[in-house]
Nanobody, 122 residues
Framework: VQLQASGGGLVQAGDSLRLSCAAS????????MGWFRQIPGKEREFVAAVDWSAGSTEYADSLKGRFGISRDNNKNTVYLQMNSLKPEDTAVYYC????????????????WGQGTLVTVSS
């Protein structure tokens, strides 16, 4: 599975942004797709995940209500809608996928995109 993330950029606090992650390859076998983020010098942090078949979602508690994950199975794409962005949301955002596992740990994902930078100015 290959993942290509896009949609990052520079926004102001309070703005919204939508990230996209297009999957290719063995997409028919995917179990879960998720988003993580990472600030330099810190560990990769779980943001949200979606079950590829059922569509059920999971979020980091701190981001519930502001961030929304969705998927388009026909386009093999997962989206992350980010609203009311804050400077502390500044990070490189990575999409991830796995064929068998799910959850909030980076160790549960075997496939990773290249990351897209989101910068939120105050």
């Amino acid at each position: 599975v290959q993942l290509q993330a896009s949609g990052g950029g520079l926004v102001q606090a309070g703005d919204s942004l939508r990230l996209s992650c297009a999957a290719s390859g063995r997409t028919f076998s995917m179990r879960t797709m998720g988003w993580f983020r990472q600030i330099p010098g810190k560990e990769r942090e779980f943001v949200a995940a979606v079950d590829w078949s059922a569509g059920s979602t999971e979020y980091a508690d701190s981001l519930k209500g502001r961030f929304g994950i969705s998927r388009d199975n026909n386009k093999n794409t997962v989206y992350l809608q980010m609203n009311s962005l804050k400077p502390e949301d500044t990070a490189v955002y990575y999409c991830a996928a796995d064929l068998w596992r799910s959850g909030s740990s980076p160790d549960s994902y075997n496939y990773w995109g290249q990351g897209t930078l989101v910068t939120v100015s105050s």
